[in-house]
């Protein structure tokens, strides 16, 4: 998974406003969106994106899973990441 180019982000608050710039759309990611972010802008693993939220943040494995997959899962929609020989479960 790596981000795509086709996005610019900016620190908002506690975590980064990005916008899409192809289709001119916004998006917003917390503190835990942003440090994903920042993981995928080198391509990476899914599973060590995972970990590395799961060694950063105390949250459970499953909750981590479902909720790192569904904001990847929503990014990758959004055109603002890619999937590389992975997919999402």
């Known amino acids: ?14 975590g980064l406003a990005l916008l ?3 289709s001119n759309i916004y998006y917003s990611l917390n503190s835990v969106g942003a440090y994903i972010w920042d993981l995928i802008q080198e391509p990476r ?11 950063r ?7 981590c899973k479902a909720d790192v ?5 929503g ?8 999937l590389h020989h992975e997919e999402l479960v």
């Open 1 to 14: 998974m790596s981000a795509t180019n086709d996005a610019v982000a900016c620190e908002f608050g506690n």
């Open 20 to 22: 899409n710039l192809k």
């Open 45 to 55: 693993p899914i599973a060590d994106i995972r970990s590395a939220v799961l060694t």
């Open 57 to 63: 943040y105390d949250v459970d494995p499953e909750r």
């Open 69 to 73: 997959d569904g904001l990847l899962k």
């Open 75 to 82: 990014l990758a929609e959004a055109g603002l990441a890619r």
